[in-house]
């Protein structure tokens, strides 16, 4: 099972929220209205981020649940400042296949953010299956897709032009990303694009928008933790090229420190709505 620090949730939210595709929100807070929606289910909550972004700019009088199964994470959504918007929040321990799956007959939309790229297609296409069942809406925030672009940012020229070894690792990272993160081999990078497409069988309205991170020196706290935490990723993957990979690490290390780069994380909104009737 992988772990999830919190302090690593916490330097990704405010990059997060700001990175979000906002457009998505019209169509869906239409539909709640329309519907007259009111539970959702946040799968993979974590410290609850994605409650604290969607419940102030979805309409009032909101029943939240929220699925996860880290004690501490559990431990601190317990606790957690409830938005004023939220009637009422239940926390749920629990795993996304079983207590996760089951709450879905239960809400009327089904959301999740920076989940999408661990899960597999297996339990995706659960997800959509009993959504798709019960009529119920899904907004699936964050997803990566696989790319990681550095470029240089100021007028003069920095040090983010392309690295002769980013490829190399970013392929390695992608790869890293389909291993098995406790809910069968992992989706990783096409996470957001399968998902779309298994909606679209079931006959869904799908919007699929991206939602990168743009990182730059402001951002150097996550940067480096983003970097550590490819170095190790490629590393396990090619073995072999592991000293390449470190060499790497300290060119990229040094270009944070430099402070004039700008880096693209890619990553995927995904808003699946049912159709009128359903
Ligand atoms: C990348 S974090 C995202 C957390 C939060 N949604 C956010 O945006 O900050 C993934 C979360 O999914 C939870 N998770 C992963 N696999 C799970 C499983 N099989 N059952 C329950 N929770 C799981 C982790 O504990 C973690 O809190």
Request: hydrophobic fraction near 45%; proline fraction near 5%; charged fraction near 25%.
């Amino acid at each position: 099972m992988e772990t999830f620090e919190a302090d690593w949730l916490a330097l990704r939210e405010p990059i997060d929220h700001r990175s979000r595709a906002a457009s998505l929100l019209a169509p869906l807070c239409d539909t709640w209205r329309a519907r007259g929606w009111s539970r959702v289910l946040d799968l993979g909550s974590g410290t609850g981020s994605n409650l604290r972004y969607l419940a102030p700019r979805l309409p009032p009088g909101q029943e939240w649940v929220l699925v996860d199964h880290d004690p501490d994470h559990l431990r601190t959504l317990r606790h957690a400042e409830v938005p004023a918007s939220v009637r009422s929040l239940r926390v749920v321990p629990g795993d996304l296949v079983h207590e996760g799956l089951a709450a879905i007959a239960h809400a009327d939309l089904v959301t999740a953010s920076a989940l999408l790229d661990l899960v597999s297609e297996d339990w995706l296409r659960r997800v959509v299956d009993a959504c798709a069942d019960a009529g119920r809406g899904a907004h699936f925030a964050l997803s990566y897709d696989g790319e990681i672009r550095w470029s240089a940012g100021g007028a003069s020229g920095g040090q983010g032009e392309d690295d002769p070894d980013d490829a190399l690792v970013r392929d390695a990272v992608n790869v890293h990303q389909t291993g098995d993160k406790g809910l069968g081999p992992a989706l990783g990078p096409a996470a957001a694009a399968v998902a779309a497409r298994l909606f679209r069988s079931a006959r869904y309205t799908t919007r699929l928008l991206p939602s990168p991170w743009r990182l730059g020196a402001a951002d150097a706290a996550l940067v480096r933790r983003l970097i550590d935490g490819w170095e190790a990723a490629a590393a396990t993957v090619r073995p072999g090229d592991a000293g390449l990979i470190h060499a790497w690490a300290a060119r990229r290390r040094a270009t944070v420190a430099d402070g004039r780069f700008t880096l693209r994380v890619g990553h995927r909104d995904l808003l699946a709505l049912p159709h009128e009737g359903s």
